[in-house]
Protein backbone atom coordinates (compact mmCIF):
# COMPACT_ATOMS: atom_id res chain seq x y z
CA UNK A 1 0.00 0.00 0.00
CA UNK A 2 1.56 3.13 -1.34
CA UNK A 3 1.40 6.61 1.26
CA UNK A 4 -1.40 8.76 0.55
CA UNK A 5 1.05 12.05 -1.79
CA UNK A 6 1.32 15.57 0.47
CA UNK A 7 3.06 18.27 -1.00
CA UNK A 8 6.37 18.44 1.19
CA UNK A 9 5.40 22.18 2.84
CA UNK A 10 3.25 25.06 2.81
CA UNK A 11 3.46 28.26 3.80
CA UNK A 12 1.93 31.92 5.20
CA UNK A 13 1.57 34.66 7.00
CA UNK A 14 -0.41 35.27 10.06
CA UNK A 15 -3.89 35.79 9.31
CA UNK A 16 -3.78 33.82 6.43
CA UNK A 17 -4.57 30.94 4.93
CA UNK A 18 -3.45 27.66 3.54
CA UNK A 19 -4.58 24.57 1.98
CA UNK A 20 -2.56 20.93 2.24
CA UNK A 21 -3.98 18.41 0.03
CA UNK A 22 -3.71 14.42 0.33
CA UNK A 23 -4.36 12.58 -3.22
CA UNK A 24 -4.39 8.84 -2.73
CA UNK A 25 -6.60 6.41 -5.15
CA UNK A 26 -10.34 5.13 -5.44
CA UNK A 27 -9.23 2.22 -2.43
CA UNK A 28 -8.72 4.48 -0.54
CA UNK A 29 -9.22 8.09 -0.03
CA UNK A 30 -11.69 8.39 -3.04
CA UNK A 31 -13.43 4.96 -1.74
CA UNK A 32 -14.22 5.82 1.86
CA UNK A 33 -15.15 8.64 4.22
CA UNK A 34 -13.06 8.10 6.77
CA UNK A 35 -9.72 10.57 5.94
CA UNK A 36 -8.26 11.72 9.69
CA UNK A 37 -6.04 14.92 9.75
CA UNK A 38 -2.90 15.11 12.14
CA UNK A 39 -1.12 17.65 13.51
CA UNK A 40 2.38 16.98 15.30
CA UNK A 41 4.72 19.67 16.81
CA UNK A 42 8.71 18.83 16.68
CA UNK A 43 9.12 15.89 19.19
CA UNK A 44 5.33 15.64 20.19
CA UNK A 45 2.78 12.93 19.76
CA UNK A 46 0.14 13.81 16.85
CA UNK A 47 -3.12 15.20 17.79
CA UNK A 48 -6.27 14.37 15.80
CA UNK A 49 -7.54 17.51 14.16
CA UNK A 50 -10.18 16.21 11.71
CA UNK A 51 -11.92 12.75 11.50
CA UNK A 52 -14.40 11.51 8.63
CA UNK A 53 -13.62 13.73 5.97
CA UNK A 54 -15.10 16.84 7.56
CA UNK A 55 -15.81 16.79 11.32
CA UNK A 56 -13.62 18.48 14.16
CA UNK A 57 -12.81 17.01 17.72
CA UNK A 58 -13.82 18.63 20.54
CA UNK A 59 -11.48 21.63 21.46
CA UNK A 60 -10.08 21.94 17.80
CA UNK A 61 -10.67 25.21 16.65
CA UNK A 62 -12.74 26.13 14.15
CA UNK A 63 -10.25 27.12 11.60
CA UNK A 64 -9.51 23.76 10.76
CA UNK A 65 -11.61 22.48 8.16
CA UNK A 66 -11.64 19.33 5.86
CA UNK A 67 -13.25 18.42 2.48
CA UNK A 68 -13.03 16.04 -0.31
CA UNK A 69 -13.18 15.54 -4.51
CA UNK A 70 -12.64 12.27 -5.89
CA UNK A 71 -9.29 11.06 -4.89
CA UNK A 72 -8.31 14.17 -3.18
CA UNK A 73 -8.97 15.46 0.73
CA UNK A 74 -7.81 18.87 1.67
CA UNK A 75 -7.29 20.35 5.29
CA UNK A 76 -7.73 24.27 5.13
CA UNK A 77 -6.18 26.56 7.98
CA UNK A 78 -8.25 29.87 7.93
CA UNK A 79 -6.40 32.95 10.27
CA UNK A 80 -3.16 31.18 10.39
CA UNK A 81 -1.42 31.44 13.80
CA UNK A 82 2.21 30.96 15.12
CA UNK A 83 0.91 28.00 16.92
CA UNK A 84 -0.27 26.12 13.72
CA UNK A 85 3.54 26.12 12.40
CA UNK A 86 3.64 22.17 12.61
CA UNK A 87 4.02 18.89 10.34
CA UNK A 88 0.51 17.66 8.75
CA UNK A 89 -0.71 13.91 8.00
CA UNK A 90 -3.35 12.43 6.63
CA UNK A 91 -4.63 9.21 6.99
CA UNK A 92 -7.46 7.23 4.93
CA UNK A 93 -9.10 4.08 5.93
CA UNK A 94 -8.19 1.51 2.67
CA UNK A 95 -10.15 -1.39 2.92
CA UNK A 96 -8.61 -4.96 2.73
CA UNK A 97 -5.12 -2.86 3.80
CA UNK A 98 -6.95 -0.87 6.27
CA UNK A 99 -4.83 2.23 6.55
CA UNK A 100 -2.45 4.39 5.02
CA UNK A 101 -0.95 7.71 5.99
CA UNK A 102 0.27 10.52 3.68
CA UNK A 103 3.69 11.81 3.36
CA UNK A 104 3.57 14.87 5.40
CA UNK A 105 3.22 18.68 4.72
CA UNK A 106 5.14 21.18 6.61
CA UNK A 107 3.31 24.15 7.23
CA UNK A 108 5.90 27.35 8.49
CA UNK A 109 4.04 30.63 9.30
CA UNK A 110 5.75 33.44 7.75
CA UNK B 1 -8.57 12.39 31.09
CA UNK B 2 -7.60 10.12 29.00
CA UNK B 3 -4.40 9.22 28.81
CA UNK B 4 -2.18 6.52 26.70
CA UNK B 5 1.33 5.75 28.60
CA UNK B 6 3.77 3.54 26.20
CA UNK B 7 6.80 1.51 27.71
CA UNK B 8 9.23 -0.78 27.07
CA UNK B 9 11.63 0.73 24.40
CA UNK B 10 15.52 0.36 24.02
CA UNK B 11 18.02 -0.67 22.44
CA UNK B 12 17.64 -4.58 20.84
CA UNK B 13 20.18 -6.21 18.57
CA UNK B 14 18.83 -7.01 14.81
CA UNK B 15 17.00 -10.83 14.79
CA UNK B 16 15.63 -10.18 18.59
CA UNK B 17 12.75 -9.61 19.92
CA UNK B 18 10.45 -6.67 21.96
CA UNK B 19 7.64 -6.48 23.99
CA UNK B 20 5.66 -3.08 24.16
CA UNK B 21 3.03 -2.11 26.81
CA UNK B 22 0.58 0.98 26.03
CA UNK B 23 -1.38 1.89 29.25
CA UNK B 24 -4.37 3.21 29.35
CA UNK B 25 -6.50 5.89 31.89
CA UNK B 26 -9.39 7.60 31.93
CA UNK B 27 -11.36 5.09 29.87
CA UNK B 28 -12.42 1.68 29.74
CA UNK B 29 -10.11 -0.07 27.05
CA UNK B 30 -12.84 -2.70 26.75
CA UNK B 31 -14.92 -0.48 24.85
CA UNK B 32 -11.97 0.37 22.26
CA UNK B 33 -9.93 -0.88 19.09
CA UNK B 34 -6.66 0.23 19.85
CA UNK B 35 -3.77 1.09 17.09
CA UNK B 36 0.17 1.34 16.63
CA UNK B 37 2.04 3.54 14.78
CA UNK B 38 5.74 4.36 14.33
CA UNK B 39 8.03 6.77 12.97
CA UNK B 40 11.61 6.39 12.17
CA UNK B 41 13.77 9.19 13.10
CA UNK B 42 12.68 12.17 10.69
CA UNK B 43 10.49 10.44 8.59
CA UNK B 44 6.55 10.28 8.31
CA UNK B 45 3.97 8.55 10.33
CA UNK B 46 3.68 4.31 9.22
CA UNK B 47 0.42 2.61 10.30
CA UNK B 48 1.42 -0.82 11.84
CA UNK B 49 -1.74 -2.67 13.22
CA UNK B 50 -4.29 -2.62 15.09
CA UNK B 51 -6.43 -4.58 17.37
CA UNK B 52 -9.97 -4.90 17.39
CA UNK B 53 -12.08 -5.04 20.82
CA UNK B 54 -14.17 -8.60 21.62
CA UNK B 55 -17.34 -7.49 20.82
CA UNK B 56 -15.66 -7.36 17.67
CA UNK B 57 -13.71 -10.05 17.62
CA UNK B 58 -10.77 -8.89 19.31
CA UNK B 59 -8.40 -10.02 16.31
CA UNK B 60 -5.89 -7.41 14.98
CA UNK B 61 -4.25 -6.07 11.31
CA UNK B 62 -1.09 -5.18 10.35
CA UNK B 63 0.93 -3.72 7.86
CA UNK B 64 2.46 -5.61 4.94
CA UNK B 65 6.02 -4.95 6.63
CA UNK B 66 5.88 -6.30 9.96
CA UNK B 67 3.30 -8.90 9.19
CA UNK B 68 4.31 -12.27 10.80
CA UNK B 69 6.85 -10.20 12.98
CA UNK B 70 4.75 -8.45 15.21
CA UNK B 71 1.41 -9.39 17.32
CA UNK B 72 -0.18 -7.27 18.82
CA UNK B 73 -2.60 -8.32 21.72
CA UNK B 74 -4.73 -6.96 24.69
CA UNK B 75 -5.35 -7.25 28.63
CA UNK B 76 -8.64 -5.60 29.22
CA UNK B 77 -8.69 -6.28 32.77
CA UNK B 78 -5.29 -4.34 33.15
CA UNK B 79 -5.97 -2.38 31.08
CA UNK B 80 -2.85 -2.43 28.53
CA UNK B 81 -2.18 -3.26 24.89
CA UNK B 82 0.89 -4.75 23.80
CA UNK B 83 3.00 -4.88 20.77
CA UNK B 84 4.79 -7.68 20.58
CA UNK B 85 8.18 -7.66 18.13
CA UNK B 86 9.69 -10.38 16.94
CA UNK B 87 12.80 -10.45 14.26
CA UNK B 88 13.78 -7.57 14.70
CA UNK B 89 15.20 -5.60 11.69
CA UNK B 90 17.49 -2.20 11.85
CA UNK B 91 14.90 -0.55 9.35
CA UNK B 92 12.27 -1.03 12.62
CA UNK B 93 13.69 1.56 14.37
CA UNK B 94 11.31 4.28 15.24
CA UNK B 95 8.96 5.89 17.75
CA UNK B 96 6.05 3.59 18.42
CA UNK B 97 2.85 5.22 19.34
CA UNK B 98 0.34 3.60 20.61
CA UNK B 99 -3.39 5.19 19.95
CA UNK B 100 -7.20 4.60 21.19
CA UNK B 101 -9.08 4.32 17.94
CA UNK B 102 -13.04 5.58 17.69
CA UNK B 103 -14.91 6.46 13.72
CA UNK B 104 -12.20 4.59 11.79
CA UNK B 105 -9.38 7.37 13.26
CA UNK B 106 -6.59 7.76 15.99
CA UNK B 107 -8.58 9.93 18.55
CA UNK B 108 -6.05 9.95 21.44
CA UNK B 109 -2.08 9.31 21.52
CA UNK B 110 0.27 8.31 23.61
CA UNK B 111 3.83 10.17 24.18
CA UNK B 112 5.66 7.78 22.45
CA UNK B 113 8.30 4.67 23.29
CA UNK B 114 11.64 5.15 20.61
CA UNK B 115 12.74 1.72 19.51
CA UNK B 116 16.84 1.30 18.35
CA UNK B 117 17.67 -1.65 16.42
CA UNK B 118 21.46 -1.52 16.53
CA UNK B 119 24.39 -3.93 16.96
Redesign the interface.
Known sequence: ?S?LTQPPSASGSPGQSVTISCTGTSSDVGG?K?V?W?Q?HPG?????MI??VT?R?SGVPDRFSGSKSGNTASLTVSGLQAEDEADY?C?S?AGS????????TRVTVL | EVQLVESGGGLVQPGRSLRLSCTASGFSLGDYAMSWVRQAPGKGLEWVGFIRNKPYGGTAEYAASVKGRFTISRDDSKGIAYLQMNSLKTEDTAVYYCGRRQFFTTDYWGQGTLVTVSS
Open positions: QAYYSYQKAPKLYEKPYSYNPYVFGTG
